[in-house]
């Protein structure tokens, strides 16, 4: 890989974060955000971490403690942590392995 396809990823990667943590800003903040039914939104929160918003999802529920009634995101974030470590190490390999 080149350093602009590891400068698109890593925007990109930004990018998701940043969506992740205003979305957890904008439900708990805003009265637009509380019509979201929360099970759509702990979708959308766990389809960006799988995506690579990990750590804003992480951060936004930190941050500003959000938290799910049933506690199905909670269980499901150590899993995709862990995809997302191997995405990441996947990513250095190839990167260290094309120099």
């Known amino acids: 890989m080149n350093g602009t396809t590891i400068s698109i990823i890593?925007?990109?990667?930004?990018?998701?974060?940043?969506?992740?943590?205003?979305l957890i800003w904008f439900r708990l903040n805003t009265p637009f955000m509380d019509k979201l039914?929360?099970?759509?939104?702990?979708?959308?929160?766990?389809?960006?971490?799988?995506?690579?918003?990990f750590i804003g999802v992480y951060l936004g529920r930190e941050m500003f403690g959000y938290r799910t009634?049933?506690?199905k995101l909670e269980k499901w974030?150590?899993?995709?942590?862990?995809?997302?470590?191997?995405i990441i190490?996947?990513?250095l390999s190839q990167?260290?392995?094309d120099r």
């Open 10 to 22: 890593v925007g990109v990667f930004f990018a998701l974060n940043l969506i992740s943590i205003l």
């Open 37 to 53: 039914n929360e099970k759509i939104l702990n979708i959308i929160l766990f389809v960006l971490a799988i995506c690579g918003g």
């Open 69 to 71: 009634e049933t506690g």
């Open 77 to 86: 974030m150590t899993k995709v942590l862990i995809l997302e470590v191997i």
């Open 89 to 91: 190490l996947i990513v």
């Open 95 to 97: 990167t260290l392995g």
